[in-house]
């Protein structure tokens, strides 16, 4: 885990690099060993925050998640 700023980076071991700013109030999850953004702050993890099952442009994940999921940026 590196601290940026306000943004801090998790690098998952054979997975996806995960960035957040610490004052959305986003938090981490930890499955299998895997990091994953909780994105919708609930706690639980939902299959839409599994990056390995999602295949879409990364460009979705920022934008339109981010706003789906009522994210603060």
């Known amino acids: 885990m590196e601290h940026k700023d ?3 980076v998790v690098s998952n071991e054979n ?13 981490l999850l930890t499955v299998d060993r895997f990091a ?5 702050k609930n706690g639980i993890f939902d299959v839409y925050e599994d990056y390995r099952k999602l ?6 994940h920022q934008n339109e998640c ?3 999921c009522q994210i603060d940026a």
């Open 6 to 8: 306000s943004h801090t």
């Open 15 to 27: 997975g996806s690099t995960l960035g957040y700013n610490v004052n959305s109030g986003v938090s």
């Open 36 to 40: 994953f953004n909780d994105l919708n």
């Open 55 to 60: 295949k879409r442009p990364k460009t979705w």
């Open 66 to 68: 981010r706003a789906y």
